[in-house]
């Protein structure tokens, strides 16, 4: 049994603002940082060691740092059965652009994120990567909103998980966003086989560090 990713669809499951979280397989916790770092969408940035930490104790040291946390980017790192992930705290709305260059070399890359205070609304996003190509693609609420119309992608992957989320009953005009959400994460989860530790993430203490300026 696993946790799956379908409970990132609660309320503020991680943090205040939302979440976002890197799936990778292929690669360990030091080398999903180190790719991140040099592939954020406004500059590269260095990874530097920060130490064992909750979700608190990094917004914590995130805002002694640079004086508000949402001037800097933390990530906590760890290992759940097949998959690494990175989690993300502070200023990283808009940071994290395409991830093919993350996946090169064989690896397997997925994105999951949603600015869930952002007023605009911005819907959540997902997108899967393998071996620097983009798999699939997709707005979680699949309502067709900021420019995207169904699932992007390899043809053929983004047509089979089209129609897993069609048989799922999405789009659904009569589902509220979270639920949509919720529901989609679902079928990615399983399309992918995508596993993310609920209690390690949210109750525990996990190695971190910080993306600084290069």
Not at 144 to 171: H, I, K
Request: aromatic share 10%.
């Amino acid at each position: 049994m696993t946790d799956g990713i379908a409970w990132l669809a609660a309320p503020r499951c991680i943090a205040y603002g939302g979440y976002s979280v890197v799936l990778a397989k292929g690669l360990s916790p030091e080398e999903l940082a180190g790719r991140l770092s040099v592939a954020m969408r406004y500059g590269e940035r260095v990874v530097e060691q920060a130490g064992e930490h909750t979700s608190e104790s990094l917004l914590e040291l995130l805002e002694d740092t640079y004086g508000d946390y949402w001037d800097g980017i933390g990530l906590r790192l760890g290992r759940a059965e097949h998959w690494t992930y990175a989690v993300a705290y502070g200023g990283w709305p808009g940071e994290f652009g395409d991830l093919d260059a993350v996946s090169r070399d064989g690896a397997d890359v997925c994105l999951l994120e949603y600015e869930e205070e952002n007023g605009k609304p911005v819907p959540p996003q997902f997108a899967y990567y393998r071996d620097g190509r983009l798999l699939s693609a997709c707005n979680l609420h699949l309502d067709a909103s900021w420019g995207y119309q169904g699932v992007d992608g390899d043809p053929g992957t983004a047509a089979r998980l089209q129609q897993r989320l069609t048989e799922a009953g999405l789009p659904d005009p009569e589902l509220g966003g979270r639920e949509a959400h919720r529901i989609a994460l679902g079928v990615v989860e399983e399309f992918f086989g995508l596993s993310l530790p609920r209690t390690a993430i949210v109750d525990g203490t996990l190695p971190a560090v910080l993306l600084e300026p290069a």
